[in-house]
């Protein structure tokens, strides 16, 4: 596709439910970011894909947050019983190769709401 | 601890002003330092900053870095009321698989 497409742009869930966000990079972008940003702060970054594989898990906030990227393409970020600290926008931002090209294209984020 | 700090947390000009947004960095194996706008929910791209000294300019916007003091600035002149956003700063880092974005800095032009 011509940018970074993330889905479902809006999620509202009750406290305790599982939720799966999913973003497609651009075409061809080997190393993928997803990032959270809770309202009225910065962003805050979560983990990153080189390929399918992510070097460094340590970003992920508790155990319940886990993710996956398969094919070298789509990635799922996965909340399990959520709270509603886990409230915010969550970004994904794909680069081309990260050892030569750091520039981050941004995805529109997915809002996700515990209420 | 990798750390980004920007200055000012926010800064409210008129329209035609020229502004100045700071971001400082401490960093172990510092590789580049990125500039982001964020207007609604996705930062855009602005300048990718490596080299030391080099201005990067695009339109209305510059940006330097300096890697002895470890900041960079970003210039803004003659301000539209569009130009209004946040400014994010970023620093990658060879030595880990992670960004470090500083908490942005809040600019808003007033006609």
């Known amino acids: 596709g011509a940018g970074v497409s993330q889905s479902p742009s809006n999620k509202v869930t009750e406290k305790g439910k599982d939720v799966e966000l999913r973003c497609d990079p651009i075409?061809?972008?080997?190393?993928l970011y997803w990032y959270r940003q809770s309202l009225g702060q910065g962003l805050e970054f979560l983990i990153y894909?080189?390929?399918?594989?992510?070097?460094?898990k340590s970003g992920l906030p508790s155990d319940r947050f886990s993710a996956e990227r398969t094919g070298g393409s789509v990635s799922t970020l996965t909340i399990q019983r959520t709270q509603q600290e886990d409230s915010a926008v969550y970004l994904c931002?794909?680069?081309?190769?990260?050892?030569?090209?750091?520039?981050?294209?941004f995805g529109p984020g997915t809002r996700l709401l515990v209420l | 601890e990798d750390k980004v700090v920007q200055s000012p947390l926010s800064l409210v000009v008129h329209e035609g002003d020229t502004v100045t947004l700071n971001c400082s960095y401490e960093?172990?194996?510092?590789?580049?330092l990125l500039w982001y706008k964020q207007e609604k929910k996705a930062p855009t791209f602005l300048f990718m900053l490596?080299?030391?000294?080099i201005e990067k300019k695009s339109g209305r916007l510059s940006s330097i870095l300096d890697k002895k003091e470890l900041f960079s600035i970003l210039n803004i002149t003659a301000t539209q009321t569009g130009d209004s956003a946040v400014y994010l700063c970023?620093?990658?880092?060879?030595?880990?698989?992670?960004?470090?974005f500083g908490s942005g800095t809040r600019l808003s032009i007033r006609p």
């Open positions: 970023a620093v990658s880092a060879s030595s880990a698989s992670k960004i470090i």
């Open positions: 894909f080189q390929g399918n594989s992510a070097p460094d």
């Open positions: 931002a794909s680069s081309l190769v990260r050892a030569r090209e750091e520039t981050q294209y």
């Open positions: 075409s061809g972008h080997t190393a």
């Open positions: 490596t080299s030391s000294g």
């Open positions: 960093v172990t194996n510092f590789r580049s």
